[in-house]
């Protein structure tokens, strides 16, 4: 019985790095209702970001958001920018673009293959940080400290960018964009530009995961793919568009991934979770929490 | 002469050329880069039927192909029948997979389909990995299957040279692209190309723009399944990574979506444009420069859909129509 509480607990803390990882994918298609295929990649760039700012200056892992959260906006916000936005304006009357999906892709396959190239495929991994293989003994049980650390900021991020989204004039007009881009154009709302802040937001929180992750997470040119996959599970979950449903998303597949390997084979609880990806798509494709209009 | 009379010509010039040029190769690896250019287009010609008619994007047909591979190899190595027969067995099976991913997700948008079919894709794959034996069938989970290639011959799908192996999938390929020569031109066609452009307006005018694409989906996995089956007795070597691998998903894709899709040259040329590239840099840089033709692949997807949504077909028929117009002209005096 300790064993599952312990995974339960363990699960929910991954689940909500996970939750954390997919709320770029969310946001970004919220506004512009295309699935981001490249989100994995960008991870991925912020975990290289993250793992060589700690590498070369020594400090402590978390301190590295303050330098990749801003990286990865502005990286986020110049990709919209230059390479999807031209397909934007160019299938302007199309609610959900397919070209900007196929052009999110070959992001991906170029983003992954570089870091090949010039970092080659070996795994690397933050080995002596100070937050490395820390555990906390609570009674019998052992909770991982990078992970709770991750699961922390998780949550402050979602609260950081719901405060955005409702507070801010900017976080208005993207939300206004995201409802109805054509009156919110009329409303003198710049869509592209919104686009390419959303992008941005979208891009930094992926930045802001890949921090949390490095401290225990192998870094590899295709470790986005293992998140891509699993992001696109969540935000469905969760319903496409949701910042909550993504983190409730990503504990549910935490929690099977923890605690299904007490019932089965571990590499079991994966068809599980695609078995439950199919279900929800067929029964609720909505998700959880998501807006039956984004369907 | 005229235009048709050139159209004729140049296509009985290129068949003559498709069926002697193994005449001509005697190196068998550029023979296995042909058989398996064939095999690429053909999976994109018949990925082309929902992907590009339909207006959808399935981005799991990697799938079908590993039906088609498994069930012709289960049943030739634990029961020895023909994986001729294999073949229809595995094609019927993926029609009914097809038709099941189909039937709940071609009323939802676009990114919907997409994701589904990458999950089903994935999970077949994770499902075939870990299970040793499925009832009586012996799937062999990670390890995959292996077709000793004892009793060659036309009987058993297996021959020692790779000659034999270039003609039926050059066939193969001629017979999808004829079927799929008489869909575009049949009602079933207009019903595709009307609910994948405009599904409010065709559902207005009465077309079941969902029956369309699930019988247009049936078809396609049903080929695609009948690809995997040759894949097997190819290389006479399956396994789940790298039949049922997302790459290979993407990579059907891609080749179509280079060349444009929704018509029948596209995948054609996507598959001649690609495929070198991709084999000669892994065997140029593959040491070197690993992943070099993925990235290249990506540049190229990237600028085509930035210049040409359509696809590579669009400028090269056009140019093809200049040149039959300019023949035209020269040899009827103007």
Known sequence: MLYIIEDSINGILMGSIYGLTAMGLTIIFGVLKVVNFAHGSMLMVGMYLAYWTVTLSGIHPYLAIVLVAPAMFFFGYYLQNIVIKPIFIAEKNVREPLT??????????ILDNMTLLIFGPQYRSLSDNPLSGQMLEIGQMFISVPKLYGCITALITALGIYW?????????AIRATSMDREAASLMGINQYKIYNVAFGIGAATAGIAAVTLVPFYNIFPTVGVLFDIKGFIIVVLGGLGSIGGALVGGIIIGLIESVGPQFMTA???????????????????SGLFGQKHDW | MNPKQINKIALIAILLIAFGLPLVIRSATYLHILVLLFFYAYLTTSWNLVGGFAGVLPLGHAAFVGIGAYSSTILFLQYGISPWIGML????????AGVLIGLPTFKMRGAYFALATIAFAEGFRVIVENVD???????????????????TGLANFLFTTKEPYYYIILIMLIAVLILTYVISRSKLGYYLNAGGEEPEAAM?????????????MAMSSFLTALAGTFYAQFTLYIHPKSIISLDLSFEIAFIALIGGRGSIAGPILGALLLRPVGDFSRI??????????????????????????????????????????????????R
């Open chain 1, 100 to 109: 900007v999906i196929i052009v999110t892709t070959g992001i991906w396959y």
């Open chain 1, 164 to 172: 955005f989204f409702q507070k801010t004039d900017m976080g208005r």
């Open chain 1, 267 to 285: 590499t079991w609880t994966e068809a599980i979770v695609y078995g439950l990806f199919l279900v929800v798509l067929f029964v609720k494709p």
């Open chain 2, 89 to 96: 067995v595995g094609g019927v099976l993926a029609t009914f």
């Open chain 2, 133 to 151: 034996y499925l009832g009586p069938f012996k799937i062999n989970g990670p390890r995959g299957l292996q077709i000793p290639p004892l009793d």
């Open chain 2, 204 to 216: 207005a005018l009465g077309v079941n723009v969902a029956r369309a694409k699930l019988i247009a």
């Open chain 2, 284 to 333: 140029y840089f593959g040491d070197t420069l690993p992943g070099m033709h993925l990235v290249i692949f990506g540049l190229v997807l990237i600028l085509v859909m930035h210049y040409q949504p359509r696809g590579l077909q669009e400028p090269l028929t056009r140019l093809y129509a200049n040149l039959v117009q300019r023949i035209t002209q020269k040899t009827t005096g």
